[in-house]
């Protein structure tokens, strides 16, 4: 059974507490929530102080992405804002198996994300501390983009490697899902799906989440 993120970053801000009503009655497995910082990617978007007030509306599980350089020194604040699980960027976290056990000392989920061009074995060492693995299917920063193909191969070969060492591990993609290569995905391995313009762009968000669901 897959689990569906639909990531805010493409939702109306000026309403998201409406917009986040919408995809729990999709029946949305979690919310994707973006945090840019304007260097690890060009965009900016928003901080802890906003998810804070989001929880309280709110009781899908919060799946917060950090695109942010030297993520370590801002864990604390996503977990007290109401984080269930925080993913962080190896590109970004120099000291990446620290970074992993600090987020886990809070007692919530680990995961890492690995940009287009970064190779697997980068997280061969901490795979078996993660709960989740982020591939991402286009490079980060902006929403609305294709999905690259090249990650088929990624995405395959991280489902092997987790199979392999008898682990289990969350592999979820990020970036150009949507419905109509949704099961192209899912045959590739991923079981968490992110979906941003496909759901929030879409005429009718809570059917589209429902859609993003029922894929067989
Ligand atoms: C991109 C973000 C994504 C983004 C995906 O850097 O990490 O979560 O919202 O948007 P879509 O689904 O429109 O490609
Ligand atoms: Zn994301």
Known sequence: MIKVAPSVLSADFSKLEEELKKIEDGGADMVHLDIMDGHFVPNITFGAPVIKKLRKVTDVPFDVHLMIEKPERYIEDFVDAGADIITVHQEASVHLHRTIQQIKSYG?????????????????YVLDQLDMVLIMTVNPGFGG????????????????????????????????????????????????????????????????????????
Do not use: H, Y
Not at 108 to 124: F, Q, R
């Open 145 to 216: 983009q294709s999905l690259i193909d090249s990650m088929e191969n990624k995405v395959r070969k991280l489902k092997k490697m987790i199979d392999e060492k008898g682990l289990n591990i969350d592999i979820q993609v990020d970036g150009g899902i949507k419905l109509d290569n949704l099961k192209e995905v899912v045959d590739w391995g991923a079981n968490v799906i992110v979906a941003g313009s496909a759901i929030f762009g879409s005429e009718d968000a809570t059917e589209a989440t429902r859609r993003f669901k029922t894929v067989d």
């Open 108 to 124: 919530i989920k680990a995961a890492v994300a690995l940009n287009p061009s970064t190779p697997l074995g980068e997280i061969e």
